[in-house]
């Protein structure tokens, strides 16, 4: 557990000194940016390098914090989609083999060139669902309002609702055990985060009222509320502080689990009370985070095999002394060492990934434009 600690502090040294302010192009500008893409990959870069640690150091008392950061990964999911498809109309099928290939490419050939269960991956399933689940819902959303006419708000509403009915329909009666048929694993972590995409979808829906609150609180004319300043990060504390306190603190993962999916919104919800508190604070990520935020499915996947192996029961060791009976200076070299090389793979993972992933889209486009080119020319010969 020491050594934990002790790589968080490098962790926090590395983001103060990769701090970057990037102020708006248009320095007249009211526009304050919530969750903007470099705070999102720099919330993902931390998340993953606990994450990665807690398998490394054992450090088992802090299951719940990381069951929270699965949740939050989880959230993103429908988050982001949500946000994407309810601006871009975009549910064509180069969008859905894009995802299918940036997320399911990688793993799946893991998977089948090491012999290692698929269930392994869980994160990887979870997140394929709540897109395709966040898809739908959008879809159904943009049904309502250009078929029935629904206004925005309550087409989004009632195909919110609608997915939630959904979800409790399945998740919380014995059709849950159909997952069963998949594996034990699976049936276990997507009933860990079965309300996780859903929570994003509602956050997501509610972008533009959280846009008109933060320019009201942090634009311009919004410098002298300090009030309103303040009492965000204290509710933000507040909600972390009774999380920890009602359900938070259970010291056993088997008492702590069936109430995670009802809770693990408190201390996602305080943490962006208080990361986004200022305009400064919005406008402001570290590099370094942002950096390990890019490569988390990556980083994700290969921990299992190169930073540690046997179902992360076990770590190489490289050099000598380094072992479980080794000096703590032994063994910082070696997780150097092992990080480096497992970090510099992930980096050319991703790149194979993305690559792979858009060529294939393109060629989609391609061969999709053809298509339609030869039917204007039958059209026009007719």
Not at 18 to 28: E, M
Not at 84 to 107: T, W
Not at 112 to 137: I, R, W
């Amino acid at each position: 557990m020491p050594l934990f600690y002790g790589m968080h502090a490098i962790l926090l040294i590395a983001a103060i000194c990769t701090w970057k302010h990037t102020p708006p192009r248009d320095p007249k500008s009211n526009r304050v940016t919530f969750l903007s893409r470099g705070q999102t990959e720099e919330w993902k870069g931390w998340m993953q390098f606990t994450f990665i640690m807690y398998h490394y150091y054992r450090a088992w008392s802090s299951y719940n914090w990381i069951r929270t950061f699965v949740s939050s990964y989880v959230w993103m999911t429908g988050f982001g989609n949500f946000l994407y498809f309810d601006k871009k109309k975009d549910f064509s099928l180069e969008r859905i083999v894009s995802m299918c290939i940036r997320i399911n490419y990688f793993p799946i050939l893991l998977s089948l060139a090491t012999g290692v269960s698929f269930d392994l991956y869980y994160v990887v399933p979870l997140h394929t669902e709540g897109f395709f689940m966040t898809m739908l819902t959008c879809r159904l959303a943009v049904f309502f309002e250009d078929r029935h006419k629904f206004q925005y708000w309550s087409s989004r509403a009632l195909a919110i609702a609608i997915s939630l009915a959904a979800h409790v329909l399945f998740f919380e009666t014995r059709a849950v055990d159909s997952l069963l048929f998949v594996s034990k694993e699976l049936h276990f972590r997507f009933q860990s985060d079965k309300y996780s995409a859903i929570v994003g979808i509602a956050c997501g829906a509610l972008m533009q009222s959280i846009s008109r609150y933060m320019t009201w609180a942090y634009g311009n004319e919004g410098q002298n509320k300090p009030i309103v300043h303040w009492g965000q990060r204290i509710m933000g504390v507040v909600l972390i502080v009774a999380w920890y306190k009602t359900y938070g603190h259970i010291p056993t993962k088997e008492e702590y689990n069936p109430f995670h999916p009802y809770i693990f919104a408190l201390p996602l919800i305080g943490w962006l009370m208080i990361r986004n508190s200022s305009r400064y604070l919005t406008e402001c990520h570290s590099t370094f985070l942002e950096f390990l935020g890019r490569n988390t499915l990556e980083t994700y996947v290969l921990q299992f095999h190169l930073f540690m192996n046997h179902s992360v029961q076990r770590i190489p060791i490289i050099i000598p002394g380094s072992g479980s009976d080794g000096g703590i200076a032994a063994k910082m070299l070696n997780m150097l060492l092992c990080g480096t090389v497992f970090v510099m793979v992930a980096i050319w993972a991703r790149k194979v990934t993305v690559t792979t992933q858009t060529t294939v889209v393109d060629l989609m486009k391609t061969m999709k434009a053809r298509k339609v080119d030869g039917e204007r020319e039958v059209l026009a010969e007719v």
